[in-house]
């Protein structure tokens, strides 16, 4: 039967189309990394109408009411004096253009925060019926366009023009040195200054509202919101003959870009983004249904680097387009966590936890037995080897079939000398002499332990990692029947030994063993550290080799893809946000895919260009906040408050540079988390905070900040003044208080003295009056003795003398002789004497009398004799010269004498009383 020709091109124009969209459905596996921010990150409204990086390499957002600044740390969000919705912004320079309803102005930046301009301020510009927005700006020949929906404003810097259009438009495009205004039903128009004409041959577009138009290699394009795509030719135009022109139809264009490296981007209504490459001819959807979280793109900008930033009608995503960074995300869960990854040709293989699978015309088809846990794939010429828990499969030409039964096929690893494999498994290690028949396996005997890694540079040696801990070294024979199995770690005094990594490099085997990297001295058949690479892989706790000059290390987190060059190494730094939270500890695996590597995650694995440098940005900028307000550079902050150091990079995609800090020049290193630093119970004085760019081998200086923290309120100026106020006053107060206190306690002391004073007066007084009285008895009795002696002796002599007399008279009255008168009176008198011892005991008692006299007078005047001595007794007396002489045995002319050498020896003059000054001594 003959087919019309018009069913049979309809019939190949449909193969076509779905050949098409088979292949890209097949290419579009892997999708640039895409990092979502929604509202409660940047704290704003739904529907971002406008996106743009400023000069300041922040990006800027016109989300409905609010203009947001994101510069990678801190979300910023600032609202127009009105309160309007923000539809657009431009950026030139330092400003920040923004329309909004019936208002259009700049915002700039100081001191770290965004102020706005108004432009059309108490200018009457927008009519009071109408509802005037923004919603485009552009700058045209010199002058700034504000475009709504019925004018056009022209700002030259000074004056502002108004074009009103007979029709409501929906955008003004520039292209090759013409303004386009699209009306919303009548079609697209050329502006020639305030006349307005439509194009020949452009009206298909009427009925259609036109989103975008793009030049690309010479060619304009007209993209529409219903009718796809249009090339403008010279008659006119054509619509863009590619199958995804149909379903950018059926999804509504609302936006478009072309980029670098032959790329188209289109924003739709309902299906997300479309990546489209003209260099492949295929394209990449990123929608809600792989990694965007909203199918309505609403806007589309570019940074620095090129890469897209998507304003959607719910959040912002940044998707890193020209990253050498591609991601196999499985949103379907059907996979779980991936192990292992190899590519076929017509898709991928891939071992997983839930068993294996292949990935072929974007479905998963697991392999038929292979439920379960897949540890391994391997490729071994065009078969893949592939260790699971349940045995070992081979994978060739699409079909699997099973090569054993030994459970947990870790690891394959290929001899160094020879053409010789060997898998670790749960039970030893298995030995494969020849690749082409794998059923055929040799099993190392007295090996019987969960063997997770294998590795052979010697013949008839192997070593052998435990799963658990411990490191083996087994020596065989020809035949692989075992001689001797040492445990080295063991030997070697090793304690901490669990979980070793064997790592091949460059025909030589290293071990990392607790963070050190060891080589086997075969001479003292003990291991010892590795000099090259403990001195460049410090803090390492995991590798995975690529080939023989890349490799992958595990450094603190991060990963660091390594080069090779003789004994240099160059370190290139995948960032963490790549793969956070999804590595598979212990578990790393790597397959190289020509100049590509897969590396297994959780939810899919990444693929990384091989050749990829990521030569981290420099120009790091240290912007620090104290209480809200910025800090200039050795500012000084108030003590006990909160400071924070924002490391700002200007960079969002792969060349983000991977940043550490110092504090006042410390020995660590500490990493800066979320870009910022945070800094609290700083003490008073100067603080330096130094930031540095890690490449993993090197701190490299990028930036510093200087501050300082004032002292405590308590020892501000004002406080410390006041405090000396205080002590002052307290000193001044003490010190009056102590004035008071002594005043009053001298004025107590005064009367208790005054009252002591009156107490021992009266005491001395009475004291007085009783020695008075006693000096006054004393000398009353000395009188009375001196009396007494006195009486005593004159009684004595008088008595003498009377007897004496009336001797004398008997003898005259008696006898008449003369001479015998005379013999007879002489021996009276001699009779009549006082005899020498009489004389002596008056002597004695006269003595006792005047006992204290004689000592007071002998110790006043040592050089007195006795016989001055007893003169001065006789003188105290008061007897006279006559008196005394008979007593003392001279005459009285002796007595007279005696009494003047006496007053010369007393020291007396002739004024001087002697009996008056003897009776005062």
Same mark, same amino acid.
């Given at each position: 039967m003959d087919l019309n020709p018009n069913i049979l091109k309809s019939i190949l124009l449909k193969s076509v189309f779905f050949f098409f969209i088979a292949f890209q459905i097949q290419a579009q596996e892997l999708l640039p990394f895409v990092e979502n921010y929604n509202k409660s990150d940047y704290q704003g409204d739904n529907q971002i109408w406008n996106v743009a990086q400023g000069k300041d390499k922040a990006m800027y957002f016109a989300n409905n009411h609010y203009l947001l600044r994101y510069d990678g740390v801190v979300w910023e969000k600032y609202s127009l004096p009105n309160k309007t919705i923000i539809r657009s912004i431009l950026i030139e320079g330092d400003r920040i253009y923004s329309g909004s309803y019936k208002e259009f102005g700049y915002w700039y930046r100081k001191n770290g925060k965004m102020h706005y301009v108004s432009i059309t301020k108490k200018l009457r510009l927008f009519d009071e019926k109408d509802n005037e927005e923004i919603w485009k700006i552009f700058r045209f020949k010199g002058s700034l366009y504000f475009q709504s929906f019925n004018d056009v404003f022209i700002y030259n810097g000074k004056h502002i023009q108004k074009i009103k259009f007979p029709f409501l438009i929906s955008y003004c495009f520039v292209v090759d040195n013409h303004v386009y205004a699209a009306s919303v039903d009548k079609g697209l128009f050329r502006m020639d200054g305030s006349k307005i004409s439509n194009p020949k041959g452009w009206d298909i577009l009427k009925n259609t509202v036109v989103h975008a138009i793009e030049k690309y290699k010479n060619q304009t394009y007209i993209f529409t919101q219903k009718k796809g795509i249009f090339i403008v030719e010279k008659n006119g135009l054509r619509p863009w003959e590619n199958p995804l022109n149909e379903t950018l139809k059926s999804n509504g264009i609302n936006v478009a870009k072309f980029i670098k490296n032959n790329k188209l981007v289109v924003g739709t209504g309902n299906k997300g983004v479309f990546i489209y490459d003209f260099n492949t001819n295929t394209y990449k959807n990123i929608d809600r249904n792989n990694v965007l979280m909203n199918n309505s793109v609403l806007s589309i900008g570019f940074d620095k680097e090129e890469d897209l930033w998507l304003g959607l009608d719910n959040g912002i995503a940044h998707v890193e387009v020209n990253s050498p960074i591609s991601f196999f995300y499985d949103n379907s869960g059907i996979l779980g966590s991936v192990y292992s990854v190899? *590519?076929?040709? +017509?898709? %991928?293989?891939?071992?997983?936890?839930?068993?294996?699978? #292949?990935?072929? &015309? !974007?479905? =998963? +088809?697991?392999?038929?037995? *292979?439920? $379960?846990? $897949?540890?391994?794939?391997? +490729? @071994?010429? #065009? +078969? %893949? /080897? @592939?260790?699971?828990?349940? $045995? *070992? =499969?081979c994978y060739e030409n699409g079909v699997l079939t099973k090569t054993n039964n030994v459970s947990g096929g870790w690891n394959l690893s290929k001899s160094m000398i020879n053409e010789t494999y060997f898998q670790s498994t749960y039970s030893g290690v298995l030995v494969y002499n020849d690749d082409s028949n794998l059923k055929q396996s040799i099993k190392i005997n007295d090996l019987t332990k969960p063997i997770k890694y294998v590795a052979q540079n010697k013949k008839n040696e192997i070593w052998a990692a435990d799963n658990y801990r411990g490191l083996y070294r087994v020596l065989f024979d020809d035949n692989f029947k075992t001689k001797k199995v040492e445990n080295i770690t063991q030997q070697s005094k090793i304690t901490n030994d669990f979980g070793v990594k064997v790592f091949e490099f460059r025909n030589e085997i290293l071990f990392l063993i607790n963070n050190v990297w060891y080589t086997f001295n075969s001479i003292s058949n003990k291991l010892e550290e590795n000099e090259l690479f403990n001195t460049n892989f410090k803090n390492i706790t995991d590798v995975v080799a690529i080939d023989k000059d890349h490799f992958i290390v595990l450094q603190d987190g991060i990963l660091y893809h390594i080069y090779s060059h003789d004994n240099k190494f160059v370190w290139n730094m995948i960032q963490e946000k790549y793969y956070k939270g999804k590595l598979i500890n212990e578990n790393l695996r790597i397959f190289r895919s020509h100049n590509h590597y897969l590396m297994n995650l959780d939810d899919g694995f990444i693929s990384l260009q091989l050749g990829y440098e990521n030569e981290q940005n420099k120009g790091v900028k240290v912007e620090a906040y104290n209480e809200g307000e910025l800090l200039p550079n050795d500012g000084k902050i108030k003590h006990n408050t909160e400071l924070r150091v924002n490391v700002i990079s200007g960079i969002y995609g792969a060349s983000k540079p991977n940043l550490f800090y110092q504090i006042n020049k410390g020995k660590n290193y500490i990493p800066i988390s979320n870009?910022? /630093? /945070?800094?609290?119970?700083? &003490?008073? !004085? &100067?603080? &330096?905070v130094v930031i540095f760019k890690n490449d993993g081998a090197n701190y490299d200086k990028v930036s510093s900040f200087d501050f300082r923290v004032a002292q405590p309120w308590y020892f501000s100026f004002w406080m410390i003044f006041l405090y000396f106020s205080v002590i002052g006053a307290v000193l001044f107060f003490y010190y009056k208080w102590n004035k008071l206190r002594y005043t009053q306690k001298l004025k107590l002391q005064a009367e208790e003295l005054k009252h002591q004073r009156e107490i021992l007066e009266m005491e001395l007084k009475k004291e007085n009056e009783l020695n008075v009285q006693e000096y006054e008895k004393h000398i009353l009795e000395l009188e009375l003795q001196s009396k007494s002696s006195e009486v005593a002796g004159k009684s004595l002599s008088i008595a003498k003398q009377s007897e004496m007399i009336e001797n004398i008279q008997n003898i005259l009255n008696s006898e008449k002789d003369f001479n015998k008168l005379k013999s007879e009176i002489k021996k009276a008198i001699k009779i009549n004497e006082v005899n020498k011892h009489e004389w002596e005991i008056f002597e004695t008692n006269l003595n006792q009398i005047h006992n204290e006299f004689i000592i007071n007078l002998s110790k006043k005047y040592p050089h007195l004799t006795p016989k001055d001595i007893k003169l001065c007794v006789y003188l105290k007396m008061n007897l006279s010269s006559k008196e005394i002489a008979p007593m003392m045995n001279i005459s009285f002319r002796g007595v007279e004498l005696h009494r003047y050498r006496l007053r010369k020896k007393l020291n007396l003059t002739q004024d001087d009383n002697l009996s008056k000054f003897l009776l005062s001594l």
């Open positions: 190899a *590519t076929i040709d +017509k898709g %991928y293989l891939i071992a997983s936890n839930h068993g294996i699978f #292949e990935f072929d &015309s !974007g479905n =998963f +088809k697991m392999m038929p037995g *292979t439920q $379960g846990q $897949g540890w391994n794939i391997t +490729k @071994i010429g #065009e +078969k %893949y /080897v @592939i260790g699971h828990n349940d $045995g *070992t =499969f870009g910022s /630093v /945070v800094l609290n119970n700083l &003490s008073s !004085g &100067s603080h &330096s």
